[in-house]
């Protein structure tokens, strides 16, 4: 079986553009996780969606940040203007939502550089 | 709020050694989760191992194994004969009882030495 798939997997962008990292869960799974993780703040959840409805997005820095899941194989993570300390690696997850306490498995990460 | 530390942040061992990677985890919740991942240098991060707190055996996988003890609020792992391969940051993670919160700890960044 397939795992999680990210991409891209690295994407290198100038302060001010549009980045969109995109991520494609595992099939079956209904419940996908956006997480950050940089040196200073380790791992931390963004948002999450259960089957394609956001649930928690708490963790969003600010209003720059936005995703969606228009269904259940595809979600994006869109930072709209893009900042330097926005530099991070952003990774994805996914989980069955048949029981909520099921193990979340990522997929490889994608790597975003801010100049 | 639930907390998870992994003191030691970087373990250097020679090829061969044993070597056990400390977790210590804080939460009010009677039932919870706990989990390692390893992040390889490529950067993804593998699932390794998940526990249910009710369930207080001890592990083995090949030459992983996992010490849960709940009195002590610990879950550590430990490699034995470890191989240069094994060179990773491992997480420890616990998730609370309602499923909608993985607190990760800060990583245990393992290097073997040839």
């Known amino acids: 079986d397939a795992g999680v798939i990210q991409s891209p997997r690295h994407e290198v962008t100038e302060m001010g553009q549009e980045v969109t990292l995109r991520c494609k869960p595992i099939?079956?799974?209904?419940?996908l996780f956006w997480y950050r993780q940089t040196m200073m703040r380790g791992l931390e959840l963004l948002i999450y969606?259960?089957?394609?409805?956001?649930?928690?997005d708490s963790g969003m820095p600010e209003d720059r940040f936005s995703a969606k899941m228009p269904n259940a194989s595809f979600s994006t993570l869109k930072i709209q203007p893009s900042e330097p300390r926005d530099s991070a690696v952003y990774f994805c997850?996914?989980?069955?939502?048949?029981?909520?306490?099921?193990?979340?498995?990522f997929g490889p990460g994608t790597r975003l550089t801010v100049l | 709020a639930q907390k998870v530390t992994q003191a030691q942040t970087e373990i250097s061992v020679v090829e061969k050694e044993d070597v056990t990677l400390d977790c210590v985890y804080e939460?009010?919740?009677?039932?919870?989760?706990l989990f390692w991942y390893k992040q390889p240098p490529s950067g993804e991060l593998v699932f390794l191992i998940r526990?249910?707190?009710?369930?207080?055996q001890n592990e083995i996988s090949g030459r992983y194994s996992w010490n849960f003890q709940k009195s002590t609020s610990s879950f550590n792992f430990t490699i034995t004969a470890s191989q240069v391969v094994d060179s990773a940051v491992y997480f420890c993670?616990?998730?609370?009882?309602?499923?909608?919160?993985?607190?990760f700890g800060g990583g245990t960044r393992l290097m073997v030495k040839p």
């Open positions: 939460t009010r919740d009677t039932t919870y989760y």
């Open positions: 526990r249910n707190s009710f369930d207080e």
């Open positions: 969606f259960n089957n394609n409805v956001p649930i928690d």
């Open positions: 993670a616990l998730l609370n009882n309602a499923g909608n919160m993985l607190t």
């Open positions: 997850a996914s989980r069955k939502a048949s029981r909520l306490t099921d193990t979340q498995y």
């Open positions: 099939s079956g799974h209904n419940s």
